[in-house]
């Protein structure tokens, strides 16, 4: 027997600060009879690279660039309850009693942006202190 035909939607995921990866790990390797009670999972983790201190010295590293948040894509219906009781998730972002939706074309922006990749988000601000500077 089939499954039905189900909606899958982006929904953002809350997680502890610091424990995205321990809950996208969970979410991503799934065995068949998981699989194949909640359906097929996709998950997207926005990296940012950023300078950091790290040694004394500054540093590219990648950070998360919504440090606490990731996003999945999933049936609710069907997953929600598993994506939830998942190590270091908080829960399903909502507005109201209503868990929020993500557009699909919000999440297709954010991974055509690269931030992980363009050097164009190491130093957006490239001036130093003291510098003037005219702002129309």
């Known amino acids: 027997m089939n499954p039905p035909n189900t909606q899958k939607d982006w ?7 610091g424990s995205e990866m321990q809950a996208i790990v969970s979410l991503s390797y799934l ?3 998981v699989q194949a ?3 097929a999972l996709e998950v997207y983790f926005p990296r940012i690279r950023k300078l950091m201190p790290v040694g004394g010295q500054k540093r590219a ?3 998360a660039l919504f440090p606490g948040y990731f996003f999945a894509r999933f049936d609710l219906a069907r997953a929600a309850r598993f994506v939830t009781s ?3 998730v908080i829960g399903v972002v909502r507005f109201g009693d209503q868990p929020a939706a993500v557009p699909a074309n919000a999440i ?3 991974k055509a942006m690269d931030f ?3 050097e164009q988000f190491l130093n957006p601000f490239p001036f130093v202190p003291g510098q003037r500077l005219l702002v129309k």
């Open 11 to 17: 929904f953002c995921i809350r997680t502890k600060i």
């Open 31 to 33: 065995s068949g009879e």
């Open 37 to 39: 009670a909640v359906g």
């Open 61 to 63: 590293v990648l950070t």
């Open 86 to 88: 998942r190590p270091g």
């Open 108 to 110: 297709e922006e954010l």
């Open 116 to 118: 992980e990749n363009s």
